[in-house]
């Protein structure tokens, strides 16, 4: 599979708003603070009662997102993006990483919806893979960046 470049060097192959634009940078900032597991900026990019959904559930809050962090040990790298006029499906390489250590204990390809609202991540949900994001949002590939 081809990996995208970050947003910030993808070439418009459709005329974006520069509030789209924002906001699949938003995400890729998300990805980045989550991936140095940087506490700091992550709650600067959620809102403090973000909702939180995955394949164990759902709860909401910049604390429990935080804790999970800690938690997972993962780290997600975003593959494609497919865009709505509310929604950011990225498909993501997932790694799962031996507490203390860099180790790959096991990875997978995912899929995460954002929705990003003023500027700030309002929700993020978790699929197990692209397919049920697809069924979940109404996107497809035709959605594709």
Not at 45 to 69: A, D, R, Y
Not at 116 to 134: C, G, P
């Amino acid at each position: 599979m081809v990996v995208k470049a970050p947003i910030t060097q993808i070439k418009k192959t459709r005329i974006m708003k520069e509030a789209t634009l924002n906001k699949l940078k938003i995400v890729e900032e998300w990805h980045k603070a989550l991936n140095n597991k940087d506490k700091k900026r992550m709650c600067e990019l959620v809102k403090e009662n973000v909702k939180i959904g995955g394949p164990k559930g759902e709860t909401e809050g910049v604390n429990i997102m935080l804790e999970w962090m800690d938690r997972a040990l993962i780290s997600l790298t975003p593959k494609r993006y497919f865009l709505s006029d509310k929604r950011i499906l990225v498909e993501e390489q997932a790694e799962w990483h031996r507490p203390g250590t860099d180790e790959v204990l096991s990875s997978q390809i995912v899929a995460s919806v954002f929705v990003v609202e003023n500027n700030f991540i309002t929700s993020i949900y978790r699929y197990e893979d692209l397919e049920k994001a697809f069924e979940k949002t109404g996107l497809s590939e035709k959605d594709s960046l």
